[in-house]
């Protein structure tokens, strides 16, 4: 009986251990990079410089909703509203923070000295919370986000797409944010953030 134990090949064992290790690795990995891109840490900044930095603005926290998939923070200033990814780094009422830009259009709200950053998910030039009209499809005049960032100049020149409907169901809890009108890439409206930008720049490190 014990003869018989001992015959058994490990292998297969030994070999569906190693994978799942490496999996989870992997896994570990990817997520660690992703809160360094998502919160503009030191490290991040060393492998995407900051090329554009605004004035110092007033913060004003409006609206920090942490839920489950759908953590965002809302934040005032003197210069229009910021819908911010995550709750980590909340700025407190009257602190001053400043908008960056990395080499690859990637942008945040950050606390002065440049740390404590929080990816900005949207922006309303002049806004005052709450009166953000939106239309029927959801979507605010006088907002923009950078989620088109990355696209070349020639897609950037064609009609934006049709909105999609807000997805329900298993693990969308929540309604999504909808996209909002006005053009989407950086460039053409980051100066209303505080960013001076140059004329006919593609990206903040490349003319």
Known sequence: MNDSASNIDQRPLRWALTAIGVLLALWLAFHFIGEQRYYNTAAWQSWRPIMLRS????????????????????????????????????????????VEANDHWELYLCATEGQRCMAIHSFCAGAVWPNVIRDANGRAEGCYAPYLGKRSAEDLRKPPPSPEPRRVGPGKRFAQIPPPAGVSHPREWAALMGLRVPAEQTSPGKP
């Open 55 to 98: 004035e110092p603005q007033t913060a004003k926290p409006v609206e920090v909703r942490d839920q489950w998939r759908n953590a965002l923070t809302v934040v005032q200033t003197e210069i229009g509203l910021y819908f911010l990814s995550g709750t980590r780094h909340v700025p407190a009422a009257g602190t001053s923070v400043v």
